[in-house]
């Protein structure tokens, strides 16, 4: 997995967004993708074409339609090398900090 290709398809706030329509209902084409968006379709298209390098989507034909799939592998990818490390362990100290912090008599929180 090319994790630069990933985070620079995710940079930017169209790709996100053509990613959620997925997210919402996938296998669309061009034109439903299209719909609704101040963009023209050669921009979506090329939108596109950088979110399936990244393999952030996949694509099938269907007949003379070009269905697109959103693919989730590499987002799950990311997040359990970049976010899930840094997630869990370190929480719990800098929370129990804050509250005694906030409580320096020791009462408890609602």
Request: proline residues 5%.
């Amino acid at each position: 997995m090319d994790d630069d290709a990933v985070f620079r398809a995710l940079a930017d706030a169209s790709r996100r967004l053509l990613l959620d329509r997925l997210h919402e209902r996938n296998g669309q084409t061009l034109v439903q993708l299209c719909a609704g968006l101040d963009m023209t379709r050669q921009a979506v298209a090329k939108h596109l074409a950088l979110l399936e390098y990244a393999n952030l989507i996949s694509t099938r034909r269907q007949g003379r339609e070009k269905l697109h799939f959103l693919n989730v592998a590499p987002i799950n990818e990311i997040a359990e090398r970049w976010i899930g490390k840094f997630e869990r362990p370190q929480l719990p100290v800098p929370s129990e900090l804050k509250h005694a912090l906030e409580h320096p008599d020791g009462e408890p929180t609602e």
